[in-house]
């Protein structure tokens, strides 16, 4: 805090009183200030931090329901995007998507566009058809070109679950956890996803409609 005072020659008491008052003003503000520091930090070590239960229950997880969309530019050429860009169908036959730095170029996997940071997260999703879907969380940073070090769980920068012949993931009122993985991440991460065989598809669900 800044106090200034205009005064003129001549009026050197009152200055001088005005000074003497205003050094009294900033010293009890700065013995106020600590005092009310150190009573905060008392409390703050004195204070057991309570962290809320997981959630249980499919309502309680939409608290925290995100709504995806699939990066375009990320999508491998074997990759078939549709319903505005919220299912992508794996075939055979190669797309002719322009050239990109993000796209996957050997690896049938895409990514999203939304980033997972900070609160617990949740999606939905709807997987069948093919051999395999790989659902996965990545950083950025993954390589996007050749086939070393770019498949989803295979390398540093993403984490994979592999769903071998599942035909579709039914959500219900009930959760039960399947897989769990602890980890610590650096950097935020994105939702991706790869699909091995032809007619494997990968469908973004609406929690919040659905």
Known sequence: MAVKQK???????????????VSELIEKLNATSKMSLFTISRKVRNTRIVRSPPPQTREEFLQYASKLTFNTNSANESL??????????ATHLLQDYPEHTQRFNCRAQILCNEILRGSPKYWE?????????????????????????????????????????????????????????????????????????KGSYVRLCDPVTN
């Not at 005064?7 to 001088?16: F, I, L, Q, R």
């Not at 599942?166 to 769990?180: A, E, G, P, Q, T």
């Open 7 to 21: 005064w003129t020659p001549g009026e050197s008491s009152s200055k001088s009183s005005s000074h003497i008052q």
């Open 80 to 89: 078939i995007l549709r319903n505005e860009n919220r299912e992508v169908i």
């Open 125 to 197: 999703v709807e997987i069948g058809g093919g051999t395999w879907v790989c659902i996965a969380v990545s950083y950025q940073g993954i390589r996007r070109k050749g086939k070393q070090r770019t498949l989803f769980g295979r390398n540093a920068q993403s984490w994979g679950l592999r769903c071998e012949r599942v035909r579709v993931y039914r959500v219900s009122d009930n959760m039960s956890l399947i897989y769990k993985h602890q980890t610590v991440f650096k950097e935020p991460v994105y939702p991706g996803f790869g699909l091995a065989g």
